[in-house]
């Protein structure tokens, strides 16, 4: 399971989902970095984070580059979630820049919304179900015949 670090899905995947992992979000681990680091210092540390979020033996020189440039709050965010951040490993390399984020999702929310807020007012809720579900069938269609997101096939070979 992939999300973003809140406590209540992490929490919901451990009792919903025994033996799942759960990933933590990249972008949203980034994001919560550029929190806790100053714009004006973000370029001097910025690379060396993104390449540690794909090679965990970098981790210890971006934790380092980051307490260099007195940027310590941001630095123990990688103790606090590095057992989360390279969960997508796991899985077959060729899935990795795609399961490490929750894009999918967030592509896929914001297609529903799109597609929803254009209708309004809808005349009941199953009309509405029937939509989201349609544009669901849709995207997963997609995924399937077009382009696909993922290749099932890849996780049977491992």
Known sequence: MISDGHKGIREAVLR???GASWQFCHVHFIRNLMKKVSRKR???VSLIV??????PSLMPLAQQALIDNGMDRA????????????NYQSCPQQHWRRIRTTNMMERLNYE????TKKVGAFPSEKAL????????????EEWITRRKYLRIEDLHDQ
């Open 50 to 55: 993104k390449e540690s979020l794909e090679n």
């Open 129 to 140: 179900i029937r939509l989201a579900g349609s544009i669901l069938m849709d995207m997963n």
């Open 75 to 86: 630095a123990e965010m990688y103790d606090r979630w590095s057992d989360s951040l390279y």
């Open 16 to 18: 919903s989902f025994p």
């Open 42 to 44: 973000w370029s001097s």
């Open 112 to 115: 529903v919304k799109r597609r």
